[in-house]
């Protein structure tokens, strides 16, 4: 666990989760950190709280110093030439259409209909390497047999 945070190390953070266990009135929320917009994989704060706000749980994976730790700010590669990467790696030859940008994520959907009937995402984020956060692209697609 990351010690030190500065000011900036928290200034973006995002809830990706917040719901309540109906059978014990358990609060679990979940928070994103995130760098200039840009999420950091698995950089998550778990808060667990009772009905009365107890707090019972407190996971921390954030990351402190940011600003030293990230390797870039924006992508050597497009996120059309890493979406043909990763398909080609996977042996599947297409070239999924554009279908939207989700700004909140920054998140490129593509039709993945040439290959599954599941659309493709392709985000941005920051994966933790080591002590460093390098810029990189999350692709997410399904294969042919699911």
């Not at 609060?27 to 009365?52: C, K, S």
């Amino acid at each position: 666990m990351d010690q030190g945070f500065l000011q900036e190390d928290l200034a973006d953070v995002v809830v990706r989760d917040d719901y309540r266990s109906a059978h014990n009135g358990v609060r679990h929320q979940f928070v994103r950190q995130r760098w200039q917009g840009v999420e950091i994989w698995n950089g998550d704060l778990a808060i667990h709280t009772r009905g009365n706000g107890e707090l019972l749980c407190l996971n921390n994976g954030f990351h402190s110093r940011l600003a030293k730790r990230v390797n870039a700010t924006s992508p050597m590669i497009t996120p059309e030439a890493a979406l043909r990467s990763v398909l080609r790696k996977n042996g599947l030859d297409a070239a999924p259409t554009s279908t939207g940008f989700d700004v909140e994520t920054n998140t490129y959907l593509y039709d993945g209909a040439a290959f599954s009937n599941e659309p493709v995402r392709v985000q941005l984020v920051y994966q933790p390497v080591k002590e460093r956060l390098v810029l990189a692209w999350n692709v997410n697609h399904y294969t042919p047999d699911g």
